[in-house]
C-alpha cells in the first residue's frame, strides 16, 4: 500500500515597507491583516517582515541587498510562498520570482484568490474572473509558470489555471466577453431594481468582518453565511424588512471593503456594488472592537465617496459591542459619533433602537400632502397608491381628497403625473369643443 500525504497549508512569509514618516504600528496593523488574508486563503504565516525604506525599489521593492537576505531565509525555512503587502509591477514580480524561486504573490492578487475561493454564484464568478484576467494581463511573464494545475495552492485559483498558456489576444478576447456578460447582467439588475423603487431602500456596507451578514440575518431572518474570516460574502442579497406595522423596507447586503482594494476588482463588481449605489440610506457597520476601528471607517467612507454616495443618508452602526471591556472607548464613540447606533449582532443588544433610528430617520425624509383628484382618475389614484402610503381617503359626488405619504422623491413623481393627466384632460377638452 502506498501513503499518500497529506495535502498540508502552505507555508507563508509576508513583506511590508514602512515609510520612515509613517507609524510603525499602523504598518504592522496592516502587515496583520495580510496574515487575516493569508489565512482566509488557506496559508499559515511563518515569518512577517517589515523593511523600513523611503521608497518603494523599482526593481525589487525591498531593494536588491534585501531580497537577497530573504531569499535565504524562504530557502532555510521552506516557504511556499512571499505575500507583498503592496501591488508590485511586473517587473518586480519577474525578478522576486527569478530570485526566491517561490510563488510571489501581491495583496491585490491575494485579495483576487479570496474571491475566487469565496465566489458561488454565476455573477460572482464572472467579476472575479474578468478582475483576475484584467490583473494577470500585464503579468503574463515567467513569474506566471507557477500557474499551472500541477502547483495548486494560493494565487492559483480560477482562470489561472486554464488561461496562462493563452496569448494576450485570447485574453483581451475573454476580458470584452465578459465585459458584454456583466453589461446584461447589470441591465437585469436595473430591471429588478426598477420594481423596488416604491420602497424605501437600505444597503449595509462596511469594513470586512465588520458583521454586516450577522446583522443581515438577524434583521431579515434570512440564512446568509457569516463567517468570522475576511470576504465572506461575496453577492449582493436583498430581503424586506418590517420596521414596524406600517413600514416596510428593503434591505441589502453586500460584499465588505478593505483598505487596497483593487481597482479593477471594484470596476468588475460594479454591478454587485450598484446596491449601495441606488440605496436611499446606507447603514455603515463599523467593528468598532477592532484597535484601528476608525482607520477602517475612514477606508469605507472615502470608498463610499468614489462610487457616488457621499449625499446618501449615512447612518454609523457601531458592531460588537459585546466585545469591548474597556468602558471609556464605549463613551468616546457616544461623544465623537452622536447621531451612531451602538449594537451586537451577535448578542442582538440595541437592535430595536436600531429600527428606532430608522424610522425616525424615514420619517424625517417623508412628506404628508393632501391632494383632490375627479373621482374618474382611476389610473392616477392606483398609482399614488402603489407608490405612498395612502393615511385617509374623503369622496364628494365628484371628486376624491387623498391624504399620503411619501419619499421627496416619489412626491415629486405624484406631481408629474397629475401634471400630465391635467395636460391630457386639456387637450382632450379642447379636441371635444373643437368636434362640437
Known amino acids: 500500500m502506498i501513503e499518500i500525504p497529506k495535502k498540508t497549508k502552505e507555508r507563508a512569509m509576508l513583506v511590508a515597507i514602512n515609510p520612515r514618516e509613517a507609524s510603525r504600528d499602523l504598518t504592522e496593523e496592516h502587515l496583520s491583516e495580510l496574515e487575516e488574508l493569508a489565512n482566509t486563503a488557506g496559508a499559515d504565516t511563518v515569518f512577517k517582515i517589515v523593511q523600513s525604506k523611503n521608497r518603494f525599489d523599482p526593481a525589487y521593492y525591498i531593494g536588491k541587498g534585501k531580497a537577497e537576505e530573504l531569499a535565504q531565509l524562504v530557502e532555510f525555512n521552506d516557504i511556499d510562498i512571499v505575500i507583498f503587502d503592496d501591488d508590485l509591477t511586473p517587473v518586480q514580480v519577474r525578478n522576486l520570482e527569478k530570485l526566491f524561486n517561490k ?63 493563452t496569448d494576450r489576444r485570447l485574453i483581451r ?20 431594481s426598477s420594481g423596488r423603487k416604491n420602497y424605501v431602500r437600505i444597503s449595509l456596507a462596511g469594513y470586512t468582518n465588520a458583521g454586516k451578514s450577522t446583522l443581515f440575518n438577524l434583521l431579515t431572518s434570512a440564512d446568509v453565511f457569516a463567517e468570522d474570516k475576511l470576504f465572506a460574502t461575496l453577492d449582493s442579497t436583498t430581503r424586506a424588512m418590517e420596521l414596524n406595522s406600517k413600514q416596510k423596507v428593503l ?102 433602537k436600531l429600527k428606532t433610528k430608522l424610522v425616525n430617520v424615514i420619517e424625517k425624509s417623508y412628506v404628508e400632502e393632501e391632494v383632490n383628484l375627479p373621482i374618474e382618475e382611476n389610473k392616477l389614484i392606483a398609482n399614488i397608491h402603489s407608490i405612498a402610503e395612502v393615511l385617509s381617503k374623503k369622496y364628494d359626488d365628484r371628486s376624491v381628497a387623498i391624504k399620503y405619504r411619501t419619499s421627496r422623491e416619489n412626491s415629486e413623481k405624484i406631481r408629474k403625473m397629475m401634471n400630465k393627466e391635467k395636460v391630457q384632460n386639456e387637450k382632450r377638452a379642447v379636441k371635444k369643443y373643437k368636434l362640437n
Do not use: C
Open 103 to 165: 510563488k510571489i504573490l501581491d495583496r491585490s492578487g491575494l485579495i483576487l484568490d479570496i474571491f475566487a475561493l469565496r465566489a458561488k454564484t454565476k455573477e460572482a464568478k464572472t467579476q472575479v474572473e474578468l478582475a483576475q484576467l484584467e490583473y494577470m494581463l500585464p503579468r503574463l511573464t515567467r513569474a506566471w509558470t507557477h500557474l499551472s494545475k500541477q502547483y495548486g495552492g494560493i494565487g492559483t485559483k480560477g482562470p489561472g489555471e486554464t488561461q496562462i498558456e
Open 173 to 192: 478576447n475573454r476580458i470584452s466577453h465578459l465585459k458584454d456578460k456583466l453589461k446584461k447582467i447589470e441591465s437585469q439588475r436595473a430591471t429588478q
Open 251 to 352: 434591505i441589502s447586503d453586500t460584499v465588505g471593503f478593505i483598505r487596497k482594494l483593487p481597482p479593477h476588482l471594484i470596476a468588475s463588481f460594479k454591478s454587485t456594488l450598484n446596491e449601495v449605489r441606488d440605496a436611499d440610506i446606507i447603514l455603515h457597520i463599523i467593528d468598532m472592537s477592532h484597535p484601528y476601528y476608525e482607520d477602517q471607517l475612514k477606508v469605507v467612507d472615502e470608498t463610499l465617496k468614489e462610487f457616488g454616495s457621499a449625499t446618501k443618508i449615512d447612518i454609523k452602526v457601531f458592531n460588537k459591542v459585546d466585545a469591548i471591556e474597556d468602558k471609556s472607548k464605549i463613551a468616546y464613540i457616544r461623544n465623537r459619533y452622536p447621531d451612531g447606533v451602538i449594537i451586537s449582532a451577535s448578542k442582538g443588544i440595541n437592535i430595536s
